[in-house]
């Protein structure tokens, strides 16, 4: 059954919880509380006023018991169901005056708990519960941009951001050729390309130049709006930033390599020389052993003991010649693919940057003659004027219809429609 909270808190003393021996964990779970709302970012305690409406998303969190904690999306009825409380209806009201009320209607719940292998039971008190708004309702964009549809709303959200958002305003440059009205480049969107195009350019020369940070002079030097310049020179560095990451940890894994395999060789030399070693000195002991087996000295089968070991001798040190040699060509090996890399990323930027300059020269010249010789037309050949932008709006049950400016800070559920003056 649907539990209005307006209703429920009329009587609000009588759902008030024991106190007795659990007043220390209240006082700990309030202090943890506390905490939680002085931490809070700034921007989340100023939309503590704003009216809770469908599609907004509450969290509720049981500081001692997570298992019991839920997301709950208020619906087209302004309703929720949440554990403890069943079904209410929250719409129109503040998460202020929520995060007062929820509490207080979950106290006295009792749920299971086992300890030590013994079920108790636990009733809730309201410093135990924490009630946010995690999510707010979007807003949609429709009309004339390049990508309609639904956007998240993000606190201090404007105008200008959703339309950047849906891929910026539709292109509206038309010539008069005919009922086939073909679609023109504006020069609006060249330059837009254009900002692009510098910013990628500036990316490409900062990385053949192994520098952390882009050169943004020739990027703010075009006549660009400035929110399409910051933007893509925030991108921009941000690309930088991330390409440099990922390269150093490729190439210092190919050094680490490299010095992995130096130390194989190295190693391979001294067991080399060890083993030379013991070959010469086991030369040494058959040539001895033959010299005193011809004088009659040592009999024959020592002669043959003491050969049998320097084959031996003989063949480890071949093997260990092969580990030595393999090690070396590895070596070179990764040596040869350090350097690659290095040049082939260098090759890879050159190309790229030789393109974008061409694409650059291209786009120049394209705005140049957009610009010079070319007028924003309709179907009849009047000039179109500037696009009208109007917000539509819930308050409760009152609708609203606003004409606005791009600056104009939006709500959530906010519908932004973009036309042009017919």
Do not use: C
């Not at 510098?198 to 020369?205: G, H, P, S, T, W």
């Not at 925030?234 to 990922?246: D, F, P, Y």
């Not at 040869?336 to 974008?356: D, P, S, T, V």
């Amino acid at each position: 059954m649907m539990r209005p909270i307006d209703h429920l808190f009329q009587n609000r003393s009588a759902l008030e919880p024991e106190r007795g021996n659990r007043r220390w964990l209240q006082a700990a779970f309030a202090l943890v509380l506390a905490l939680m709302v002085v931490l809070q970012p700034l921007s989340v305690r100023a939309q503590e006023n704003y009216p809770i409406g469908p599609g907004d998303v509450l969290s509720v969190t049981f500081l001692s018991n997570s298992q019991f904690n839920s997301k709950a999306v208020v619906g087209n009825d302004g309703t929720i169901f949440l554990p403890f409380a069943g079904e209410l209806t929250v719409a129109g009201r503040t998460i202020n005056q929520l995060r007062k009320d929820i509490p207080v209607l979950m106290t006295g719940s009792v749920f299971r708990e086992r300890v030590n292998g013994e079920e108790l039971l636990v009733s809730i008190s309201p410093e135990e519960v924490s009630v946010t708004l995690s999510e707010y309702r979007p807003i949609f964009v429709d009309g004339a941009v390049n990508s309609p549809g639904q956007q998240p709303f993000v606190v201090g959200m404007n105008v200008r951001q959703a339309i950047a958002a849906a891929k910026g305003i539709k292109n509206q440059f038309f010539s008069v050729d005919g009922p086939d009205i073909r679609v023109r480049e504006h020069p609006q969107v060249l330059m837009a390309d254009l900002v692009g195009v510098m910013a990628e350019l500036a990316v490409q020369r900062a990385l053949l130049a192994g520098a952390e940070d882009i050169d943004t002079t020739e990027i703010e030097d075009l006549n660009a709006p400035p929110i399409l310049i910051a933007s893509a020179i925030e991108t921009a560095r941000s690309q930088v930033q991330t390409t440099n990451a990922l390269l150093e940890e490729e190439l210092a894994f190919l050094q680490r390599s490299v010095k992995e395999a130096e130390t194989r060789v190295m190693a391979a030399l001294r067991h080399e020389e060890v083993m030379s070693g013991i070959v010469l000195s086991e030369r040494e002991e058959v040539d001895q052993m033959e010299n005193l087996v011809a004088r009659g000295v040592r009999p024959s089968t020592l002669l043959i003991q003491a050969r049998r070991l320097y084959l031996q001798a003989a063949e480890r040190y071949s093997g260990v010649q092969a580990d030595r040699l393999s090690a070396e060509d590895s070596w070179r090996e990764l040596v040869l693919k350090q350097n690659q890399a290095l040049r082939e990323g260098a090759l890879k930027y050159q190309q790229r940057i030789q393109e974008l300059a061409q694409r650059e020269s291209a786009l120049r010249v394209q705005i140049d003659l957009s610009t010079a010789g070319l007028a924003e037309l309709d179907r009849e050949g009047e000039v179109l004027g500037a696009p009208r932008i109007t917000v539509f709006r819930k308050l409760g049950d009152q609708a609203l219809q606003i004409e606005v400016t791009p600056g104009t800070s939006l709500l959530p559920g906010d519908v932004v429609h973009v036309r042009f003056a017919e």
